[in-house]
């Protein structure tokens, strides 16, 4: 597969990290940090491939593809899911990528994944976060395996746009990918999308007098330090800011009651259109009103590497450890160790900011 020299430094490589497997703190309980937070929200990467080529996520060639070896095969993925339910006082599992309806056992695993059981006998909520390409196929499969809800991100309504924006000319099949999630009762369905200066920035309106009409939830996120080539900018980023400035300008947003955020990463309000038409529009800041204090994540990337966050510069091995013959207590006590030393927040406004070591599709968005 075609290369990029991305300019980035290299992942740290797996192998031995100073955990002391006898600390008493590692070994049992949730995946708490020494900061106080609990993380309970897993997030999967199933591949770090995909069929779009996002401008801001991916150069036009694509990136230098994880080998097949390296990628955690199905069995492994459900086992460290499984260890995360059953020990790590993980209840949510999003699953992602790169685009995760690429992966040909996705059904399998969310098969597996929705079978778990807390500690406590409840079901884990399941999710995946997709392009939506594809997913007009499998929306029901994938509710029959298991699957509670769907996010399809698509950041225009114009579909000149769109094949501008992600290299592709398939904007007909992401709608369709999300109406075949609703009917399939994927629900709630949310949509994700990324507001980029100069070439959708004036659509936050339309994008949600669309979304209400559909009956989806719409998610601004804010661009991140997440691109491959490492040339964010923020004074390039269109803000939270900006974006409830436009929304304000055609709506009436009422703040979500009682909706202190949490460690849900998106602000919400309610809001109706003008044929009287509820719902809510969420904005997520990740960048100008961060919510690291909150944050409830785990990471486990394609290639089995625990992060503690989306800007982490470390990572921590299970994949070679499984394959080395660990056990699952092993593997836990080594999970909850990462996490403990996972830092307070990005500091993305410091200027000694370290962009992270992989893009956005590698890690799993
Ligand atoms: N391919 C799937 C998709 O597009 O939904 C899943 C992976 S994608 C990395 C997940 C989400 O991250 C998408 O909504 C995408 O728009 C968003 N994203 C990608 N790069 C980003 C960046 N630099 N800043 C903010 N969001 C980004
Ligand atoms: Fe693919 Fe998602 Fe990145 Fe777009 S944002 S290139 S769909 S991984």
């Given at each position: 597969?075609?290369?990029?020299?991305?300019?980035?430094?290299?992942?740290?490589?797996?192998?031995?990290?100073?955990?002391?497997?006898?600390d008493e703190r590692f070994r049992?309980g949730?995946?708490?940090?020494?900061?106080?937070?609990?993380?309970?929200?897993?997030?999967?990467?199933?591949?770090?491939?995909?069929?779009?080529?996002?401008?801001?996520?991916?150069?036009?060639?694509?990136?230098?593809?994880?080998?097949?070896?390296?990628?955690?095969?199905?069995?492994?993925?459900?086992?460290?899911?499984?260890?995360?339910?059953?020990?790590?006082?993980?209840?949510?599992?999003?699953?992602?990528?790169?685009?995760?309806?690429?992966?040909?056992?996705?059904?399998?695993?969310?098969?597996?994944?929705?079978?778990?059981?807390?500690?406590?006998?409840?079901?884990?909520?399941?999710?995946?976060?997709?392009?939506?390409?594809?997913?007009?196929?499998?929306?029901?499969?994938?509710?029959?395996?298991?699957?509670?809800?769907?996010?399809?991100?698509?950041?225009?309504?114009?579909?000149?746009?769109?094949?501008?924006?992600?290299?592709?000319?398939?904007?007909?099949?992401?709608?369709?990918?999300?109406?075949?999630?609703?009917?399939?009762?994927?629900?709630?369905?949310?949509?994700?999308?990324?507001?980029?200066?100069?070439?959708?920035?004036?659509?936050?309106?339309?994008?949600?007098?669309?979304?209400?009409?559909?009956?989806?939830?719409?998610?601004?996120?804010?661009?991140?330090?997440?691109?491959?080539?490492?040339?964010?900018?923020?004074?390039?980023?269109?803000?939270?800011?900006?974006?409830?400035?436009?929304?304000?300008?055609?709506?009436?947003?009422?703040?979500?009651?009682?909706?202190?955020?949490?460690?849900?990463?998106?602000?919400?309000?309610?809001?109706?259109?003008?044929?009287?038409?509820?719902?809510?529009?969420?904005?997520?800041?990740?960048?100008?009103?961060?919510?690291?204090?909150?944050?409830?994540?785990?990471?486990?990337?394609?290639?089995?590497?625990?992060?503690?966050?989306?800007?982490?510069?470390?990572?921590?091995?299970?994949?070679?450890?499984?394959?080395?013959?660990?056990?699952?207590?092993?593997?836990?006590?080594?999970?909850r160790a990462?996490?403990w030393?996972?830092?307070?927040?990005?500091?993305?406004?410091?200027?000694?900011?370290?962009?992270?070591?992989?893009?956005?599709?590698?890690?799993?968005?």
């Open positions: 597969m075609t290369s990029v020299d991305l300019g980035l430094p290299a992942v740290r490589p797996p192998g031995p990290r100073s955990v002391d497997t006898a049992s949730p995946l708490r940090d020494r900061h106080g937070r609990t993380a309970r929200d897993l997030r999967v990467s199933l591949t770090d491939r995909c069929n779009l080529r996002c401008h801001y996520c991916m150069p036009p060639e694509g990136l230098p593809w994880l080998e097949r070896p390296a990628l955690l095969d199905d069995a492994e993925v459900v086992r460290l899911v499984g260890l995360a339910v059953r020990e790590l006082g993980v209840h949510e599992v999003r699953f992602t990528g790169g685009e995760p309806l690429l992966r040909k056992g996705l059904e399998d695993v969310v098969a597996a994944t929705s079978a778990l059981r807390t500690p406590a006998g409840e079901r884990v909520r399941t999710s995946l976060t997709t392009n939506g390409i594809g997913l007009a196929r499998r929306a029901g499969a994938l509710a029959a395996a298991g699957l509670d809800r769907v996010n399809v991100s698509l950041d225009t309504l114009d579909p000149a746009r769109f094949a501008s924006i992600t290299r592709r000319d398939r904007h007909a099949d992401v709608l369709a990918g999300a109406r075949a999630a609703a009917d399939a009762g994927l629900a709630p369905v949310k949509v994700n999308a990324v507001l980029l200066r100069g070439t959708n920035d004036d659509e936050a309106p339309a994008l949600l007098r669309w979304a209400l009409r559909e009956g989806y939830r719409l998610r601004f996120i804010e661009q991140m330090p997440l691109d491959p080539h490492g040339t964010w900018q923020r004074s390039d980023m269109v803000t939270a800011d900006e974006i409830l400035t436009a929304l304000q300008a055609e709506f009436e947003l009422t703040p979500r009651p009682g909706s202190a955020r949490g460690s849900a990463p998106a602000e919400t309000w309610d809001v109706t259109d003008d044929d009287g038409r509820t719902g809510d529009v969420g904005v997520i800041a990740s960048v100008t009103r961060p919510f690291c204090g909150d944050c409830d994540r785990t990471r486990l990337t394609a290639d089995g590497q625990v992060r503690t966050c989306l800007f982490s510069t470390t990572e921590t091995d299970l994949r070679d450890a499984m394959r080395a013959g660990a056990g699952d207590d092993e593997l836990a006590v080594t999970w990462a996490m030393g996972k830092l307070p927040g990005h500091d993305i406004d410091d200027p000694a900011f370290l962009h992270p070591t992989r893009p956005m599709s590698s890690i799993g968005g």
